[in-house]
Structure formats: C-alpha cells, structure tokens
C-alpha cells in the first residue's frame, strides 16, 4: 500500500485557492482515463496479455536452469524498468540464480572489451530488446555479443539462448527473429520504451532475477484511488512548476530504490522535456546526499520540489546506544530533513509504501507513470514521443553513412 502525504511540508507552498483553476481540467483528465482515450493506460492488460505472461513464467525455469548469465542488451526504457525492480527487490548480495548482466547502455569500448571478456567462459542466454529495432547503441551490443555466442554455440544451439522482445510486426529484430525462428516477445504498439516496464521488457528479466512479476503485476493492478491520486500529485508539481520550482528531486532512503529514482528520471525527463518546457528531475540517494545534493536542496538557487519515497517496514537492525530500530531512525531523519528543506523554501511531497516488495514496486510503477502523462498533459506536450532523443540518434547515423 502507498500513502501519500501532499501537504505537511509543501502546505505553505500550495495552497487551496492555486488548486482551484485546475478543478475543470483535472475531470477532464479523469474521465479520460476512465472511459476516454486515456482508457488503455488503466488497465493492466494493456501492458501484458495473459498468453505473453504465461509464456514468460514458463521460461522463466529454463532459463534460470541452462545460463549462468542472461544478458540484457536494450537501452533507456528498455532496461531501465527492470534494473530498477531488480536492484530494488534483489539482495546485495549471494544473488541466486544467473548473473543479470546489462550491456548497450553507452559506447564505451573499456566495458565491451571487459564484458566480452568475462562472458567468453560464461554459458550465456540473451535478451535482446529494441522496440524501434534500430537504436545504434542496442544494435551494437547486439552485433558484438553476436560474434561471441555464434563462436560458442551453433546455430541450432543459438535458437534456445537468444530471445528477442520487440515491436510485434516490424522492425529488423522482429524479421530476425521471425527469419531465425528465435524465441520472441512483443512490446505492445502503443507502451513506448519508458513506459513498458510491466510488459515482457522488463517482466522477462525480473522474473529471471527470481522476483515474483505476478505479485509485481498484482500491485499495478489498477485502481480509480490511484488515477485520482496520480492527478493530484501532477497538480501540486505543476502549481510549483509555474510558480519557478524547475527542478524536482526524487529522494530515497533506501540505497536499493537508487535506480527506482534513475527510472523517474528518465520517466519524467523523456515525456514532459519538450518544447522548452518541463521539470527537470534529479535524484537523492540519502543520507548520503544529504552531504552533497543536500546542501543546495537547503540553501542554493530556489528552484526545486522535492518527492520522497519512504518506506515504513525494514529490516530490523537495533541500535542499543538510542535503544531504538535503524530503520525509525532513518525515518526520523526522512521527516526532519523534509522540514528543514521546506523550511529552506524546498517544499516536499512525502510517499511512503508500507514495506519494499514486489506489489508495492508494482504500485508506485504504475502510479508514476499515469503522473507523467498527466504532468505532461497540463503543460501542453505529447506524453508518448521523445523527439529530442531522435535528433542525436539521427545525427550519429548521418556521420556513419
Ligand atoms: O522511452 C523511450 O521510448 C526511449 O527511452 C527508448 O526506450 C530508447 O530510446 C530505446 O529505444 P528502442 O527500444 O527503440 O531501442
């Protein structure tokens, strides 16, 4: 369960009158993810169809039994989702299972070269995902790692360790898959990269790092609370955000949500920063930033809101010298660094799941993603394209042909 706490340490920042304007528009939005065009993003078929969920569990054993790595190649939404889940739900460490192992996330020829390495004497299955199937990052890892498992393994061998996730009719990954008859899954049409963390993109890794995705998909399961709730939080950003708070940082406690909160970023970044508009999103992994970050939250340049995920049941460790838990502790300090930001004119808005697992990870998943439609809807910019990371893209290629 999530409970949200919108006005503690934002109250003197938002106040009822600056809601009001936003009454006519917030229904209008309501209706249309209730039974208007916005009705797809409700509901939880429409990230993964029952066959394609089954499939993926039914592999799932195969696969954790046959690799000791799976490897993932997929770039932007098409890792990030499931490197947040798995960081956030594995332990640090004696992981069982296959190594999960990410590559095509930058250029760099170091970690090619030291990735390629290790996996030379690893029985590897992969993951390849795209769903435009071009991206050169993507299209590289692939092509590199290509060479290495076809000196390894033969062709027919290759058919049980290359599994393709990508657009369900086009595409040069979809025709490889359908000319090579490789084991494939599809992005549905409409879930763009970022969004498509509860589809196989990142159902099929986190169910081979051994996490539960029916429970996962479980929380996501849909909820009008939450349609309202998402609406309500995308109003109080937008009132910061015109009235000069630019900058939103995304704070954990818990060094584990560290790429739950590299996932916002690029949630938020990718649908509501176009057109010279939108929130910059940033991120605070405390206490530890509370030493960096921290000091500018308080102090520097007024130009940033703050969104805390707490989470209220941990692990028990006791600190006898307070004679009290870690985690209250942790939480102690959740709650006065809020007050001393708010009270350094950075208002935060305090989310707190009740413990860390896979129903509330589902939960805040889809929580954030229907926000970021509707943030990106108040200020008037398509929430579904990314045209500022077409340009890069289309200028490296120029270079290369
Ligand atoms: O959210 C998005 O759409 C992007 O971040 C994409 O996921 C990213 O650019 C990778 O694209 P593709 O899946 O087509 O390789």
Known sequence: MINFDFHKYIGNYVKKEDKVEYLEKAREIKSRFIEGD????NKL???ISSQELKKIVNMTDYIRSNCNVFLVIGIGGSYMGS???IEALSPMYDRNGPEILFLGTNLCSEEYFETLEYLKDKEIILNVISKSGKTLETSIAFSLVMDLMKEKYTEEELKDRIIITTDPEKGDLR?????KDYVSFTIPELIGGRFSCLTPVGLLPIAVSGINIIKLIEGARISYERVDRAIEYAVIRDIMYKK???VE??????PKLYYFTEWLKQLFAETQGKNKKGILPISCVNTRDLHSLGQFLQDGHDIIFETVIGIDKDKMVTLDQYDMELNSLNKIALDKVGLAHSNGN???????IDEKNEETIGELIHFFILVSIVGALLIDVNPFDQPGVEEYKKLINEELE
Request: hydrophobic share 40%.
């Open 83 to 85: 490197k947040a889940v």
């Open 38 to 41: 916005l009705k797809y993003w």
């Open 45 to 47: 078929e429409s990230f």
């Open 249 to 254: 940082a995304f704070t954990v406690y818990n």
């Open 175 to 179: 025709e490889l898959a359908n000319l």
């Open 244 to 246: 000069g708070k630019t």
């Open 346 to 352: 950075t208002p935060t808005n305090i989310i707190t």
